[in-house]
């Protein structure tokens, strides 16, 4: 098994420089930010910090049963998939600002991708 | 083998167990989720032993100055002293009321004797009781400097607390707190470039211990503090301000007035919400450190704003209870 991308890039380090750039970015998107309007900031950006994680390939032990019931309340308020790609978007592009290669970019997406059914509750 | 003391009893570690792993195998109830030291659901505190740095990482230096750590990455080679974060709230003093003085229409001030010295951080906050009522306050004294604890309270036309401390309580008073509790303190951050500090009303109060308490410890970059009321006459500290101002260069005070004309407005004075004059004076906060105190929603507002404009989440401190606009 090759190393992981979380590995590769620097592991919780860079995660953690990624995390700010990600969180300003989601809330900066009009089309997802309501979302997150009456969250605790700190928590969310906790969140944010376990999703990069697990986008990259780091240590994690989040399950698909624990992402359907943590995006359930927002399914309801009409997640869906169109807000799942914003926020595929804003992973990229935060990965390209911190000079992370497109190939290791393109792994971290289809780990993301693989949450898309979970999220959504497909 | 190193062990775990919580709650007064000690627990074996094996063989590289985390912290949390331990706990949870002897039965006690932690609340985790993530393990891998990113959610931070598990955040506990170190009374006595060596933290590695690694169950440190990204915790704010506020926390860390106080022992917060992350038991689920936490492997410690030595003996660690633990609590949780709620049983730092517990801990009871007896203060006895030197001096009640009114600063203006509504809002008091009352400086408080402590039986044993209470070791404290500018900014933090106490909580007080009443029999059953309990009100948390901020701390707008200095440790090392004020001799006295101080808290300004806002008479709240339906408080239960601020009408009995506004009205029943005298010089000479027992009184009981908890605590201090609270992040919301001044810590130096490496590359910091400067210091704003927002609040409104009563929300001046840990404000006026932190700018004071940056600049004992010689914090020489840029200090921005505005202060909002509806009017002049609901300002307070304005004099004590404007010295702190003249003595210190780097320190500008905006005292802000939401319900006054720019045609109206006495001199010195701007017009506007605290937080909207911040972010016109400084418009962009990168490695700013941010405080904030006061109405609930401005408090909000003004958080995720110098998140926007730049400055980290860790470096903006702003305690989660809600003021004594509402008590």
Redesign the interface.
């Known amino acids: 098994m090759s190393q992981s991308v979380y590995d590769r890039i620097g592991g ?2 860079a ?2 420089a990624a995390v ?1 750039l990600f ?2 970015k989601v ?2 998107d009009d089309r997802i930010n309501g979302f997150f309007a009456d969250t ?4 969310q ?3 944010q ?2 999703f990069l ?1 697990m986008a990259l390939g ?5 399950t698909g049963e624990d992402m359907r019931k943590g995006h359930a309340h927002l399914v309801e308020r009409g997640l869906n998939d169109s807000h799942f790609d914003a926020v595929m978007e804003n992973l990229g592009a935060t990965l390209k600002e911190l000079g992370v290669p497109d190939d290791l970019i393109g792994e971290a997406a289809a780990i993301a991708e693989s949450t898309r059914n979970d999220v959504l509750g497909k | 083998m190193s062990k775990v003391v919580y709650q007064g009893r000690s627990y074996e570690r094996q063989d590289d167990e985390t912290v949390l792993r331990c706990l949870l195998r002897n039965g006690i109830h932690v609340p985790y ?9 598990c955040v506990m505190q170190v009374t006595s032993g060596e933290i590695p740095p ?1 169950a440190q ?2 915790l704010k230096e506020t926390q860390k100055s106080l022992g917060y750590f992350k038991p689920c990455v936490c492997k410690p080679e030595g003996d660690l002293e633990i609590i949780a974060l709620d049983d730092a709230h517990k801990q009871k003093h007896q203060v006895t009321v030197v001096e009640k003085c009114f600063l203006n229409d509504e809002i008091l001030r009352l400086r408080l004797a402590c039986d044993e010295p209470l070791e404290y951080r500018a900014g933090q906050f106490i909580n007080l009781f009443n029999g059953d009522l309990i009100r948390s306050y901020s701390l707008a004294s200095l440790p090392g400097s004020d001799e006295m604890l101080e808290l300004h309270i806002k008479r709240v036309p339906t408080g239960a607390m601020s009408n009995w401390l506004c009205d029943d309580v005298q010089v000479g008073d027992q009184l009981s707190i908890a605590g201090p509790m609270g992040e919301c303190f001044y810590h130096e951050v490496d590359g910091e470039k400067g210091l704003l500090a927002v609040g409104s009303g009563s929300g001046l109060a840990p404000l006026w211990g932190v700018v004071r308490d940056a600049l004992a410890q010689g914090f020489e970059k840029p200090i921005i503090l505005c202060h909002g009321a509806m009017s002049a006459e609901n300002l307070y500290y304005v004099d004590e301000l404007r010295r702190l101002e003249k003595a210190h260069p780097n320190f500008s005070y905006f005292p802000c007035l939401s319900d006054v004309e720019a045609s109206e407005l006495p001199a010195g004075m701007f017009s506007g919400y605290p937080n909207d004059v911040a972010f016109a004076q400084q418009p962009t906060v990168a490695k700013w450190q941010i405080f904030l105190c006061g109405h609930p929603e401005m408090v909000d507002q003004t ?2 704003k110098a ?2 404009l730049g400055a ?2 860790t470096d ?1 401190h702003a305690d ?1 209870f809600v003021p004594a606009s509402s008590a």
Request: net charge negative; charged share 30%; with cysteine.
């Open positions: 919780e380090a995660v953690n700010d969180y300003r809330l900066a605790d900031m700190e928590k950006a906790a969140k910090k376990a994680t780091g240590p994690n032990n989040y | 989720s993530c393990e891998s030291g990113a959610c931070q659901s690694n990482e990204d958080k995720r998140f926007l980290s989440l903006i989660p």
